[in-house]
């Protein structure tokens, strides 16, 4: 964990607020890409979106497939607000993962707390985020509560992010 890591995505999003993509990133220990499926709408200062995410591992034989690890996500956001609620309905992992976040100008925080079947698992992690454009941010996050668990790193983890739009 900490190295260097390739993230990609390819979206098409339809007037309708239906939209549906693939994200697919390097790993320590392989590739992942994620299949999704979603819809988002705005109502004045509120908005939704529900989505599907499908995430695939191809060096994990558990979950190699499509359908070993199935999420429904439902966000929920007002203005700069939002929450979002995330449940496990593939995959012998039941959890939830919950997230609530803000933001101000170029500045924003992610608080996340996860949630698994057993409790043994339960931790809060914090982000906080600075976009210095549309294209370039950096993160800090760190877990800031979690059980007597070696498998959670507690050190902070800076992320820095660059993005490319590309429209087709």
């Known amino acids: 964990m900490g190295g260097a890591q390739f993230a990609a995505d390819l979206m098409y999003g339809h007037e309708s ?3 549906g993509g693939i994200w697919i990133s390097s790993e320590d220990e392989g590739i992942e890409y994620d299949l999704f499926a979603g819809w988002s709408g705005t109502f004045e200062d509120f908005g939704v979106d529900v989505s599907v995410w499908n995430y695939i591992y191809p060096s994990d034989a558990e979950n190699d497939s499509f359908g070993d690890l199935t999420e429904v996500i439902l966000t929920l956001s007002y203005m700069d607000f939002a929450f979002s609620y995330y449940d496990n309905i593939a995959g012998d992992t039941g959890y ?3 997230t609530l976040s803000g933001g101000y100008d170029q500045f924003s925080a992610l608080v996340g707390f996860a949630s698994p079947d057993d409790s043994d698992g339960e931790y809060v992690h914090l982000d906080l985020t600075y976009a210095y454009n ?3 941010s950096f993160t800090a996050s760190t877990v800031v509560d979690k059980p007597d ?3 959670l790193d507690g050190d902070t983890l800076f992320v820095a992010s660059y993005s490319v739009p590309i429209d087709l």
Do not use: Q, R, V
Request: charged share 25%.
């Open 17 to 19: 607020g239906a939209y």
């Open 96 to 98: 939830t993962y919950y």
């Open 134 to 136: 549309d294209n370039l």
């Open 149 to 151: 668990d070696e498998s």
